[in-house]
């Protein structure tokens, strides 16, 4: 993300000010040529273990397994990805206090067809890291930044209720897997955790949040409920000096006895060297990445049952 200059009297988020938005929705495109190819063995497979249930079933079975999927697919990989225009445009509306104008800005991007996982992700999350090298340089005020992540809450809920997660209840190999989010015990800020829940939520696992204010808070919840993986949200550098502590305290206190410890944040970014001590199972650098690790870690840990 490009260093923004705080400009009060910025004109391109002066067009924003006060906008409630569009909630228009753009019309679809022509279905993709590529699920033709998967109909008929969709078709064949779902006839095969039709078991009385005639055409009807033979046709949800198709949508189920060829259709729907591709149409999700085609969809993710041609949907637009935000740009610096939008996190810097963004930030300045922020810093103005310009919710109306924040939250028409993502709508119309959701309009234009961005993923609101993405927008969560690439925008929001940057923009949130901006306000807190602006407090951390004394470029902004408490009382600006605070506000202003409270702003980026408000848009965050704005994102979910413009394209809130469709998943289905159960996974097609067995339940849903569940995940514990939480920053380390004593760190306030939950917006990257917020972030994280809604973009799990998303890729279908179940999603527990934690706000400890001590270890024990934490333990206890670990050791009370089952989760297949704990993510922690790191912001302050300073808590990597403890946190290969607070790992092994997880895994021993986890009901869980195969449970799987993820970890990301801002203190990875100023302390990237310290990773590899704080002993997780990995290191995620955003949302999306934190995704395909805990997926990649829970799939391996079945594995090997």
Do not use: Y
Not at 28 to 41: D, F, L, R, Y
Not at 153 to 179: H, Q
Not at 183 to 202: K, M, N
């Amino acid at each position: 993300m490009n260093r923004i200059r705080i400009d009060d009297d910025d004109p391109d988020a002066g067009q924003w000010a006060g906008r409630p938005g569009s909630r228009s929705v753009p019309s679809g495109g022509a279905v993709p040529t590529s699920i033709v190819g998967g109909m008929k063995g969709a078709t064949d497979d779902a006839t095969a273990e039709e078991t009385g249930g005639g055409a009807e079933n033979v046709l949800r079975a198709m949508l189920q397994s060829a259709v729907i999927p591709s149409l999700v697919r085609s969809a993710r990989a041609s949907a637009p990805l935000p740009s610096d225009h939008e996190r810097d445009l963004l930030l300045r509306l922020v810093l103005r206090g310009e919710r109306d104008g924040a939250i028409a800005l993502m709508r119309q991007c959701v309009v234009s067809g961005m993923r609101a996982e993405r927008l969560a992700d690439d925008v929001i999350t940057d923009v949130a890291r901006a306000l807190g090298e602006a407090w951390e340089e004394d470029t902004c005020d408490f009382v600006r930044v605070t506000f202003g992540s409270g702003l980026l809450a408000e848009v965050l809920r704005e994102l979910r209720d413009l394209d809130p997660p469709r998943v289905p209840p159960t996974r097609r190999d067995g339940p849903r897997r569940s995940i514990l989010l939480t920053p380390v015990p004593g760190e306030q800020h939950t917006l990257g955790v917020s972030v994280l829940a809604d973009i799990f939520e998303r890729a279908g696992w179940t999603v527990a949040r934690a706000h400890p204010q001590d270890d024990a808070a934490l333990m206890a919840q670990i050791a009370m409920e089952s989760f297949d993986v704990v993510g922690l949200s790191i912001g302050a550098t300073r808590a990597l000096e403890d946190g290969d502590t607070l790992v092994s305290s997880i895994r021993r206190m986890s009901r869980n006895r195969d449970v799987r410890v993820i970890a990301g944040g801002a203190a990875f970014l100023r302390a990237p060297d310290r990773a590899s001590a704080l002993g997780a199972d990995g290191i995620a650098d955003d949302a999306a990445q934190a995704v395909e690790l805990a997926n990649s870690l829970t799939t391996r840990a079945a594995g090997c049952l």
